[in-house]
Each structure stands twice: as C-alpha cells, then as structure tokens.
C-alpha cells in the first residue's frame, strides 16, 4: 500500500522540528550543566561568573528538615523540574551562592536548631555535629520529704536523707529507699565518700555501706583520738585519721588500726587543717605559721617536702578528679598537686582555675563555673572560654562523649556545645525550673533536683 506524499512531507517536518528542539535543549542544559559540574554560577547583578560554596549537614537525629534563609534548598534537578521533596539531614547542599545564610533544623518531638553561617566561594561548609535536643517533660521519680536534708553521691547514683536519728539511703538506679537507725542524734551532717561510691563515711564517725549496714562505728573503737578521718583516694579498703596526737591507719577488711609511729614527731608540731592520702602519699595543708602544704610518704614521713601558700583559707576539695586539689575559699583559686614521678621528682602545686565555683571531671576534662562563666579545661591545657552568662551558675556537668555541657540557673536547664561545630547554638531545655543540683547525665538523660510548688524531688528528663 503507498502512503500519500502529504504524510510524508509532514513527517519529516516533524523530525527536523525535533531534531532542532534538542539541539536548542542541549544549549540550553549544557552551560547549566557545565557550571554546576565546576561549582559556579551566574551572579547576574555583576554579570559574571562566580564560584559556588557547598554545606555538608548531618544531625542527630538524622531525617531533619533542612531550611536556608527560611526556604527548603533543593537539588539542580528540583529546581530544573519543579520539584519541591525538601531536603533532610545528611545532606549536601550545593550550588550557594557565597554569603551569609540562616540555616535550620526542625523535627517532630525536639527543639529547633538554628544558627547564621558564612559560606565561601569554592569551600565546603561542614556542619556535622548538629544536635536536636527532644522537647519533652520532666519526669519526678522521688518526692523529698521537707523536714530531711539531701546529700548526693559524687556520681548522682545515690541519695542520703538526714533526719532525726535516721538516715535513708535512695538508690536512683533501683529506685528503692534503705532505712538506717542511727545510734544517737548526730548533728554532724558530713558524708565523705569512698573511691567507688559504695562506702561513705557518716559524720566522722560511722561507717556504712550502699545496703545499708553500719560496718564501723569509731566511736567505740581504741584508737589514738582523731579529729579527722579521710578515704584513700586510691582504694575503698582503707581510711586514715589524723590528730595532734599522730597518723594512723584504719584497715576495713581486719577492722583493725596501725599507727605510723614515724610520723608522730612530725604531727605533734603541726597546726593542722585538712589532709589528703593517695595510696602511700599523704598530703597536709597547715595553716599556723604560714600556709603551707606538707608531703611525705607513710614509709618514710621524715623525709618530707614543704610548699609556701599564699595567704588564705585551703581545704582539700575532694572530687572525681585524677590528682588532689587545694581551694582557697576567698579568692576561689583552685589548684591541683602533681606528682610526675612519684618519690622520684618532687611534687608541685599549679593554680587550674580563677574564680572557680564549681565543676564536674570527665576524664582529663574540667567543666567549670565562675559566678558568670563557663569554661573547659582539657589534658590540662590552658582553660578555655565557653559562654558569659547574665545568670548566676548554679550547676554545670559536662556529658560523657565531651562535645556538650548543661548548665543550670535559677531559672533554666540549658545544653551548650563546647566542641565540634564551632557555631553551635545552645539550646534551652527547661523554663522556670527551680534547680538545686545536676547530679548525673548521660548522653540522653539528666537527673537532677529541684524546688516546686509542693516540694522538692528527684527529676528525670529525656532530652
């Protein structure tokens, strides 16, 4: 069958219409695609080509909702096809213009993340480290009775709650409460706490374990009288007392005392404020005639170093830290003793911190609070400046992979980056929240306590 001329005519028409259509597509598609394939783009008002900046994202949790400038960013084939599927972290985000951008990060269930940014011609923005903290509601898992006083474990894993001739012991972890009856109403409140948290010494006299048995009471024991009693730093099975009248040592598995008879010359001279022992060395601040610290080994006490204070009020502040610390209480100068080589290369004191008020130890890291201040002391560098508050400091514990803090006011419960991205914003967890201590956190769990309407108790928040 012949096809009619017309048709044929017509078909060929329509070839070179198509043929001409892709020829004017590739010219269109090829200097976009060109472009974009070199990082750069058309700045139409200078009328010349410039280089494009990229911002690698990544979030925990990841599937965050991507906003620059208050607008989703989209791919080159999104914007070629009108697409409009926004981005969500990980992603790379190419063909900026270089400037100053507004990025953003939302998520169901958390706190919006927001931060202005400088991207360059030809560089890579890498914000990697985002955080979303969850938005959520305290949970109360213990209510404090009003007429006890609450002293927490270094660690926050255990409660003890003074009251009038007993003693409860809050275990966070099992969420269960150990009633203890002690002897006589002591109105000493001091609670030192063993290397590992399983022990405490109650009111310089009795000895008890997290189960709630009384091992030791002191006061019955024939021992030369001491006025103060100090865990070994390095082990849970030893104590030391120290008077005017000698140094002795007191063994928790044989329950049995040894003087250091060495050590009594030398004692018996002293005006003593507080002591410190890690395994066999024993530090001792002395206040009368002049500040100093002494040191010396249980093995050899007349062989001792002295160290000249400057004037003011030392203790030992005693903490999850790995070398002692000295705190004059005036000027709030906390120093740290080192020892590099133990009974080889004499010890020395080094002031870490100005102003300090408190701090939490991860580690070799220090996060610190001044009235004001927050700052980070690392691998024992130098401390670093981490935010200036307008509020007073109440608490501050630094998380456990060290890339965030919280801190806590009068009035809120705050999460701060100290590493990583460096423009991090801090976010703000809780409002007008009455809190009186951060005991723990982990990476996704702080407990603390705080004053409420009806009381005080134990919190835990998910963040």
Known sequence: MSIPATM??????????????FILLFLAIVPVVLLYATGRTVNWRRWELQKTASINIKSEPSGAEIFLN????????????????????????????????????????????????????????????IRLFQNAK????????????????????????????????????????????????????????????DLFLYANRLLINNNGEILFDFKNAKRPASELLRWDRNTNNRLYGLSAQGLFRFDLSSKTFEEIKEAKGLISKLQIKDFEVEGRQIYILVTTPNNELIAFSSNDPQRFQTTQLPHGEYLFLR????????????????????????????????????????????????????????????????????????????????????????????????????????????TKLLNAENIQKILAASEHEVLYIAQTDTGSGLFSLQY
Not at 8 to 21: C, D, E, G
Not at 117 to 129: D, K, P, Q, R, Y
Not at 161 to 186: C, G, H, M, R, W
Not at 333 to 350: A, D, G, H, K
């Open 8 to 21: 044929i005519a017509m078909t060929l028409t329509q070839r070179r219409l198509l043929f001409y259509f």
């Open 319 to 426: 903490a999850d830290n790995p070398e002692p610390l000295i705190y004059e209480q005036r000027s709030r100068n906390l120093y740290v003793i080192e020892q590099p080589l133990p009974l080889i290369s004499p010890y020395r004191v080094t002031r870490i911190a100005n102003d300090f008020s408190l701090g939490h130890w991860v580690n070799n890291k220090l996060m610190y609070a001044t009235p004001f201040e927050l700052r980070l002391r690392e691998d024992n560098t130098e401390a670093r400046l981490i935010s200036r508050l307008g509020e007073n400091v109440i608490d501050t514990i630094l998380l456990p992979k060290g890339h965030y803090a919280l801190y806590a006011t009068a009035t809120s419960l705050t999460a701060i980056p100290v590493s990583g991205f460096p423009a991090n914003p801090a």
């Open 138 to 197: 305290p949970t109360l898992l213990k209510e404090f009775d009003p007429n006890t006083s609450n002293f927490p474990s270094p660690d926050g894993q255990t409660i003890i709650s003074l009251a009038s001739k007993k003693l409860t012991i809050f275990s966070v972890q099992k969420k269960q409460n150990l009633d203890i009856v002690i002897p006589e109403n002591l109105t000493d409140s001091h609670i030192l706490w063993s290397k590992d948290k």
């Open 70 to 129: 208050g607008q989703r960013p989209t791919t080159l084939l999104h914007q070629l096809f009108g697409q409009k599927t926004p981005a969500r972290s990980p992603a790379k985000i190419s063909d900026l213009a270089p400037g100053d951008y507004s990025l953003r990060l939302e998520a169901n269930g958390y706190f919006p993340w927001e931060e202005k940014i400088t991207v360059h011609a030809g560089e890579v923005f890498n914000a990697e480290s």
